[in-house]
C-alpha cells in the first residue's frame, strides 16, 4: 500500500503558477492555503511575478533550496512533465496536478497522461489528478483547493471523482457546522485511483467515517477489496453518479471512466458493507449521522411525537425501509400513562398532542430507550418548538402586554433549555448504547446539525430535518449494523 | 357547494376562550391576528378576563352587538354544544374550532362530534374543525391559526389534515420566501370535509396551486370528483400521510380516518391529475415550481453545467424519471462551438468547464431554449457562484493585496449580477414558454427560492438546491403537462 502520509499531512509545500489574479487557480489555491491557517512553509513558484501574496516567489523548483512535501502544479497540460523532471532532480515525491487537458480533453491528452503516469510510476512519484480541485486536511488546516470553506476538524474524509460535486458537498458541511477530516479530489486518477485513498482512510486515525463520489471505477475488483478491509473498521457512505446509461455517458465525457452497471456495482457494494446514497445532502447527513451517533442493534423503533401527522409519516417511512414500530410493553405503557393526559394514544407512536413540554418528552424517550422493546427512537417536533414560544411571546409584547423578561433574555433562556434538552439525549445515548432521531419541528437551516456535547461522551445529538430524513438514516444505520454483526467488527 | 367565501375573507372574528396567557390557544390565537395586520374587527370573548390585549372582552356573543362573519371556539369541547346555540341565536354562520376532544379522544368525544356535526348541518353551520390549529388568508392577513408566520400574499393555497405538518410547511415557506394565498388545517372534517376545500380553492381566484395533506378521506369517489373538475384549471399536489399499514394504523389513531389502500389512492389520484409527492419539502418546491414556471411540454431536456460530476448526476436522474437527454442538433453545437474552448464535451450534458461567466451561460441557455431539440433546460452550477469569488477576494485582501473597490461594493456588485442573470432566465421563459430550471452552486438556505422579475412578466426564476429536486419537479411537471394534453385545460 502507498504511503500517503505525508501527502495529506505535508509540512511544506510549493504552488507553481502561483499569482494574484483571484481568478486563477495559481492564486485561488495559494491564498486558500496562505489564508486558511496552515503552519507549514509555503513555496509561490511562478516565473512572471516576483512576489504573490507578500511572499517573494522562485523562478524554478531547485531555487527553493528546501525540502518540499507537496507540489502544487496549475500551470498548463504541456509544461507539466518538465516539471515532473525537476522532481526526481530536486526529491519530490508528492505532487497534486490541478492542470486540466488529459484524458478527459482527447486523444492528445490521453497519451500525455500516460507518458505522466508512467514517469510517475518509474520514479516513485504520488500523483493527485490530474484535472482535480485540489485536496484539504482541516485538522492541519492545509486547504489546497478551490472552495475557500473554513470547516471545524471532524472524522469525516471525503473522495468525489469530481470536484463540483466535493465543492458542494463541503459548502454544505459549512452551512451546518459539520466537521471534517480530509477531503481529496481524484480528478482523472492518473496515479492514485480511489481505491489508494479509500486504503489511506481506513489506515488514517483521524477519519471515522469515509464518504465518496464515485462515477467509475478502473479496478473493480481491488475496489470492492479495499472496501471490504474498511468497512469492518469504518462506514463508508457511496454515492454512484453515471447509474443509468446516458448517466454513464455523462461519465465516460467527464472523467473518461467506464461508469459500468449500477447493479452489479450496488450489489458489490451492498455485500462490501458499504452504505449506499441517493443524493449528495443525504450522503452528508448519513455520514454526521455515523460519526455522532451509536448504532442501532435491532429495527424495532419507537416513536415520539408532538403532533399525530408526523407520527403518520414517521411510520409509513418506518415501513417502507423495513423498520418496525412494535407496541408498547405493560410497563413503558403504566410508566408514560403516569404523566400524560388521560386520552394521550396508549399506543406507539406516542403522541404527546401539542404538549412541547420538554421534561415530557425526556421522560417519554427515557420510558421508550430503556426498554428492551426498543432498538432506536424517533423524536418528533420538539427541538425548536422553543422558538415558536419566543414568536408567541414578542407578539404580546408588541401588543403591549407587560412583562419582568426582555426578548433577549427570553431567547437566552429557551437556547439554554434547548441545549440541555439536547445535551440529555446525548446522555441518554451513551447510557443506554442506544440511537435517538430528533427531528425539528422548524428546521433552521443556519444551526448546527450536530449538538456536541461539553463533557467529555461519546455521542453527539444530531437534528433532523424531516422525519423522511431521520427514517432513511435510520434504516441505512441498521443495515451496517446488521453486516458488522454478520462479519465481526475489527 | 358550499359557500365559504366569508369564512376565508372574513371582515370580522370573535374569539371565544380569548386570554393573555401566551401559551393558550386562547392568546395563540387572538394575538396572531391581532399583530398580523388584519384590518377587519376583532372581538374577545372571555367569561374570566375583562380586557385582553387592550381590547375589552364581551362575556357571551350577544353582548358582541354587530355581526360576526367568523367565530374561532379555543374552549374545552364540552362548551362547544352551547356556543353553537350561541351562534344559531346571534346568525353566526362560520365557526373554526380549535377545541380537542372529539372523536380523536374515543367514544365519548365521537358521539359529541356526531350531536355537533348535526347541529351544525340542520342549523348551516359552516365548522372548520373540531382539533384544528386554524386557518389564514395571507392576502388580508389574517392568521387565525398557530404558526406565527409572516407570508408574502402568493398563488399556493395549502390544506393539511395534520396541523403540525402544515406548521411546519408555512414555517419553510418563510424561510425561503415562498408566498401563499391561504391555510386551513381541516382537523377532524366534522362538517367542512377536504373536497370542500379542494372545490373552494378550484373556484378561489387568489389560489394558482393547491397543495394537500392526507390521511385518509371519507368520500373517495366525492373527492376524486373534485380532484378532476379543479385539475383541468391548477395544479394540485397531495403528500399522503398512512401509506401503509403502520402509517395507517397511526393515522386512525390520530384522526380517526380510514387511510384506505395506498395503491387504489395513488392510481385514483393519477388518474385526476394529480401531483402525488413523497416528502413535505418537496410538496412545497413543486408547488413554487408550478407557481413560477411554464409547463414542459414535451420529456426532452437540454442540461449546462459548470462542471462534470453535476451533469452526470442529472443525467441518472433524468433516466430514471423518464426524461431523456437529446444529443445537440447540427445548428445549436455550432452556435456553441463559437463561444466555448475548443476541448468542450459537444455534447448534451454542455459542460462549461469550470467557467462560471454569466454571459457564457446565459448565451448556451439560449442556444438549447430556442431549439425545437429541447422542452426545458436544467442549468447547473452557476447560481450562487459569484459567492465563491468574493471568498477569492476576501482571502486576497486579508494576505495585503490592494484593491480599489471594498466588499461590500463588490458584494453588492455581485448580487446585482446574479439578479441580472436571474431576470434574464425569467425573460427567456416569457420569450419562448419552456422552463429553465437553475440549480445553486452553494445552497444558500435564506435565499427567497423565486426571483420574482420586477417587470410585468409571467414566470419567476426559481433556484433549486440540489440536480435531484429540479428534476424531481421537472418529471412531475412533465406528467401534469401530459395530463392537461390528453384532458385539456378549462
Redesign the interface.
Known sequence: MKDLNKLFYPESVAVIGAS?N??KWG??II??I??GGFEGKVFPVSTKNDIV??RKASKTLKEIGEPVDLLIITTPANTVMGILRECVETGIKNVLIVS??FS???ED?KSLENEMRDFALDNGINIIGPNTMGMANFKTKFLGM???VRLNPGGISLM??????G??IM??AE?QSIGMSKFVGSGNEAVLMCEDYLDYFNRDEDTSVIIM?I?GVDNGRSFMEAARRTTRRKPIVVLK???????S???M???GSMAGSIRIFASAMEQSGVSLV????EMLTLASAFDAMPLPKGNRIGVVT???????????E???RGL??PPLPGNVKDRLGQMLPS?W?K?N?V?L??QPDPNLFRESIEAMISSDAYDAVILL?VINAFK??L???S??V????KSEINLDQLEHQLDRMQNVFLDDISKLMDTYDKPIYPVA???Q??QPIVYWPKENRKYGAMIF??P?EAVSCLAKQYRYSQYLQRHGRE
Do not use: M
Request: charged share 20%; with cysteine; glycine share 18%.
Open positions: 494574484e483571484i481568478l492564486s485561488i491564498s486558500n496562505l489564508d501574496y507578500g486540466s487537458g478527459e480533453a482527447g491528452g478551490n472552495p475557500f468525489a471523482q469530481s470536484g463540483n460535486v465543492n458542494q459548502y454544505w452551512q463520489y462515477e453518479g453515471g447509474r443509468t446509461d446516458i448517466g455517458k455523462a461519465a465525457s467527464h472523467t441517493e443524493t449528495q445532502a408532538l403532533g399525530g401527522g408526523w407520527g403518520v409519516i414517521t411510520a409509513d418506518c415501513e417502507e418496525v414500530l386520552f394514544s399506543g407512536p403522541d398532542v401539542g417536533g415558536t414560544v414568536r408567541f411571546y407578539a404580546s408588541r401588543l403591549g402586554k419541528l422548524i428546521s437551516t443556519d430535518k424531516t423522511e
